[in-house]
């Protein structure tokens, strides 16, 4: 567990200040209409992904919210003035919670907003402490899928409100069959580079939450709609800047671009969902 959580600090100190300079603040996907055809700009993508989410959920306020995985702040403060709310954020990363908080400061945010290094497996709040627990993107770093959810269960509220959005791959329950020799490997590629430990269908998702306690779960496959955003980045990486400070960035990071193919690669062949879900306590 250390050793995972050393690795993934370690990738997100190295290339969080990368993604910023070339793609902003907003480090997750964007979202490009129900059928990915939107033509927009990534961080319009970015935003609307963002706006979806809240709509998904039916989220039309909240006072305190808890962003787990939060990177260098772009969704925790985008909320945080949307509803005028107290939010907190955390990140395995140094470089990501420092960098998160001085934008803070930059947004005049700093009095409702703050970021720390804390393992989400490990929360160091109390129970039903926030009304809103968001997690985008950070559920296909956890080493225990059930702990993840059932950390995110015990500081929520009663009557709050959970918005999950992470990695997948696809279903293997019912008609659809184990995965295959050649997509285990293709995602064992996947989480060497990006510093996972594993990433589990959205079925799964859906019932550990349900044993987890959450009431109300609803639950959809969004791939279609955010899978344009790999061929984004990567057409943007052979922008000169790009590849200027990716060759500064070093070897982890370079790595990880290197690798953005195998992402797009496998959203091409149904591998690689993109999975959100709601529930309530």
């Not at 929360?123 to 059932?150: C, I, Q």
């Not at 959205?202 to 044993?211: D, G, K, R, V």
Request: hydrophobic share 40%; net charge negative.
């Amino acid at each position: 567990m250390t050793s995972l959580n050393d690795g993934i600090a370690q990738f997100y100190d190295a290339s969080s200040q990368l993604w910023e300079q070339v793609w902003g603040e907003h480090m997750h996907h964007g979202y490009y209409g129900r059928g990915g055809t939107h033509k927009l700009n990534r961080r319009q993508a970015q935003i609307n992904l963002i706006e979806e989410l809240l709509s998904f959920a039916q989220i039309k306020t909240a006072s305190n919210i808890l962003d787990v995985g939060c990177g260098i702040g772009g969704s925790t403060l985008y909320l945080a003035e949307k509803f005028n709310a107290t939010a907190t954020g955390i990140t395995l990363s140094p470089v990501q919670a420092a960098r998160a908080n001085e934008r803070a400061i930059n947004a005049f945010l700093e009095g409702n907003v703050s970021f720390q290094v804390a393992d989400a497996l490990n929360m160091p709040f109390a129970d039903n402490s926030y009304d809103l627990v968001w997690s985008l993107e950070s559920g296909e770093h956890m080493a225990d899928k059930t702990r993840f959810l059932e950390e995110c269960y015990r500081v929520l509220k009663p009557g709050g409100v959970f918005i999950f959005a992470t990695w997948c791959h696809r279903p293997t329950n019912s008609l659809a069959s184990d995965l295959t020799a050649d997509e285990k490997r293709h995602l064992e590629e996947i989480y060497r580079v990006y510093y996972l430990p594993y990433v589990i269908s959205l079925p799964e998702y859906e019932a550990i939450a349900s044993n987890c306690g959450f009431k109300n779960i609803i639950a959809d496959d969004w791939s279609t709609a955010v899978a344009p955003f790999w061929d984004v980045v990567i057409e943007s990486a052979f922008d000169f800047k790009v590849i200027t400070n990716l060759l500064k960035s070093g070897w982890t990071t370079i790595q990880g671009a290197l690798a953005l193919g195998l992402m797009s690669q496998g959203y091409e062949r149904g591998l690689v969902r993109f999975g959100v879900l709601c529930g309530r306590k």
